[in-house]
C-alpha cells in the first residue's frame, strides 16, 4: 500500500522552528523528486519546496527561501523540509507530494497533511 506520512507539525512562536517529516511505504522514493505544499484556511494550496531524487537540486518559493531546507535520506523513505524563523504567515497544513519528475511532471501520492500554527 503506497503511503506518504507527514509528521512534526504542531504550535509555535514566531521566531522558532520546527522539522517536518515524510515517510513513505509502498513506493521507491528515490524514483521521484518530492514536494512540500501547504494550505492555510480559505486559501489554496500553495507550493513551498522541491527536491530532486538525489538530493543535489532544490528549489523553494520566494516566501520561504532562506528559512526553510528541504533535504532527503532515501535509505529512511523520508523526506524533510527543515523551518525556522517561523511567523504566523508560515501557519498552515503542510503535505508532502511525490512528483514524478523534477522538472516536470505529475503527483500520483499525497500525504495526508501535518498542521503547523505559528503564534504570534
Known amino acids: 500500500q503506497v503511503q506518504l506520512v507527514e509528521s512534526g507539525g504542531g504550535l509555535v512562536q514566531a521566531g522558532g522552528s520546527l522539522r517536518l517529516s515524510c515517510a513513505a511505504s509502498?513506493?521507491?522514493?528515490?524514483?521521484?523528486?518530492m514536494d512540500w505544499f501547504r494550505q492555510a484556511p480559505g486559501k489554496e494550496r500553495d507550493f513551498v519546496a522541491r527536491i530532486n531524487w538525489s538530493g543535489m537540486m532544490t528549489y523553494y518559493a520566494g516566501s520561504v527561501k532562506g528559512r526553510f531546507t528541504i533535504s532527503r535520506d532515501n535509505a529512511r523513505n523520508t523526506v524533510y523540509l527543515q523551518m525556522n524563523n517561523l511567523n504566523p504567515e508560515d501557519s498552515a497544513v503542510y503535505y508532502c507530494a511525490a512528483r514524478t519528475s523534477y522538472n516536470s511532471g505529475v503527483y500520483p501520492y499525497w500525504g495526508q497533511g501535518t498542521q503547523v500554527t505559528v503564534s504570534s
Open positions: 509502498g513506493f521507491t522514493l528515490s524514483n521521484y523528486a
